[in-house]
């Protein structure tokens, strides 16, 4: 899992003197939502550069659980992932181990009778959208996951739900974007101009098209964009295979994930293929500091423990944090952008950016190219925030 085992060799640490060449498009950012829209633009033959500033995907994309999950809060938020979830299975298919690939599905877990309510609900969406999954009662929960604490009062189980190893993902969209002709420099973007980049030895390159994938780092560069950072925390064990068989996640999880000021924590616990468990997740606002809160971490451990208490007798390994880019209605930002001439935005994909990398890059190639796409793009574009002051 060690981040520095992903360090980069050649070719993507070469920095190529034709980049600076003018491009159809730039892409700012090399973490997952970049590297899928350079994959997803090289691919309908536009000539791209990507401009990475640190690792390729070492931001929030290597900080991230790497589930991939349907979620269903809004109609919106159902249809981009659910649609990235079927990229993504097609993409993996290709080389399944490279993307360190599990199919675990996920279980959501009811604590309470108000929870199985939410687990109805939620089935009840999902299966009308065409979305498998299956309730589960106290009998068939403890079944298939022995570890969960007694009491609960059942689950939901979504089998389609799967994971990957963000890092080795993102490298493997940019490897196929660079076979594909696009070109990556390794430099910091310093200002977005009207279609072109000022970097950071002072140089200027030109497109047609900037599109903005920096992540929690996208602000810095436009500071009126509607993002706010949101911190989180993970910790992973030593390796135990078979603790668990499944993504578990309370279905808790959702108060968290929305709450728009505060410091939360919810049970989110990963099987990795390397049998080590994941252990999720925290959100904290206002603190862009990278730094490990002993506190959070505890509070972490002490929530995951209280499903899973087994937990306790694993040895921790290590824990880090990475910075959410968060936007106020909890959607991404994926299209054009008035604020400079030529520019796009992929980025603001919170807490499912891994998942929704793959749709967001084709229905950003979409409307470049002016071509229909398999949902529409209206409830992601970032002019939905004009008016309130943002936009130019
Ligand atoms: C704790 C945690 C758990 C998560 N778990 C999941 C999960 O299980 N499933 C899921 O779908 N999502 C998850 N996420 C969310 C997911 O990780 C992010 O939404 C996603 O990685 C965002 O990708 P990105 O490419 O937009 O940003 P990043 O990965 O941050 O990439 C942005 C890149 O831009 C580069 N950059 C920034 N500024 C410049 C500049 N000026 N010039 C050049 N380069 C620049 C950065 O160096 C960076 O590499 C999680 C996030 C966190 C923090």
């Known amino acids: ?18 980049a600076k060449a003018d491009a159809d498009v ?12 350079a994959d997803a633009l090289s691919a309908r033959g536009l000539r791209v550069t990507i401009i990475e500033a640190q690792e390729i995907g070492g931001g929030a994309t290597a900080a991230g659980m790497g589930h991939l999950v349907v979620m269903d809060d809004n109609p919106a938020e159902l249809a981009l992932t659910a649609w990235s979830l079927q990229l993504w299975k097609a993409f993996v298919a290709e080389q399944p181990d ?16 108000e ?24 009998a068939a929960l ?23 190893y963000p890092p080795k993902s993102t490298r493997i969209l940019l490897e196929r974007a660079l076979h594909q002709g696009a070109t990556l420099l390794r430099t910091s973007a310093s200002q977005i101009e009207d279609h072109g980049v000022l970097l950071a030895d002072g140089s200027r390159l030109r497109a047609t098209h900037i599109v903005l994938a920096a ?14 950072a949101k911190k989180g925390h993970l910790l992973i064990t030593d390796r135990y295979p078979g603790f668990i068989q499944h ?20 049970f989110n616990l990963q099987p990795r293929p390397t049998g080590q468990i994941l252990i999720g997740s925290s959100r904290q606002f206002d603190t862009v500091d990278p730094a490990v809160e002993p506190a959070m971490m505890a509070r972490m451990l002490r929530h995951a423990a209280s499903f899973t208490p087994g937990l306790r007798e694993l040895n921790i390994l290590r824990c880090w944090t990475g910075l959410r880019a968060a936007t106020p209605d909890g959607l991404p930002l994926i299209g054009p952008s008035h604020l400079r001439r030529g520019l796009w935005l992929a980025t603001g994909h919170e807490g499912l ?40």
């Not at 992540?215 to 706010?228: A, F, M, R, V, Y």
Request: some cysteine; charged content about 15%.
């Open 1 to 18: 899992m060690s981040i520095s085992a992903h360090r980069d060799s050649s070719p993507m640490t070469a920095i190529n003197a034709k």
């Open 26 to 37: 730039i892409v700012i950012g090399a973490g997952i939502v970049g590297a899928a829209c």
């Open 98 to 113: 490279r993307h360190e690939y599990s199919n675990c599905g996920t279980l959501w877990i009811a604590a309470d009778e």
């Open 115 to 138: 929870e199985l309510a939410a687990a109805r609900g939620k089935a009840h969406t999902l299966s009308t959208y065409g979305v498998a999954c299956t309730l589960l009662d106290p």
């Open 142 to 164: 403890y079944a298939r996951e022995p570890q969960l604490r007694p009491g609960l009062a059942g689950g939901l189980l979504v089998g389609g739900d799967t994971l990957v």
């Open 215 to 228: 992540g929690s780092h996208s602000s810095e560069l436009l500071p009126d964009l509607p993002l706010q």
């Open 247 to 266: 993504q578990l996640v309370e279905l808790g999880y959702i108060k968290s994930a929305h709450a728009a000021s505060g410091d939360s924590v919810a």
């Open 353 to 392: 950016g891994i998942t929704t990398s793959l749709a967001t890059a084709r229905l950003l190639a979409a409307q470049m190219l002016n071509e229909s796409a398999a949902i529409s793009a209206t409830p992601y574009l970032p002019s939905r925030f004009e008016g309130a002051g943002q936009h130019a």
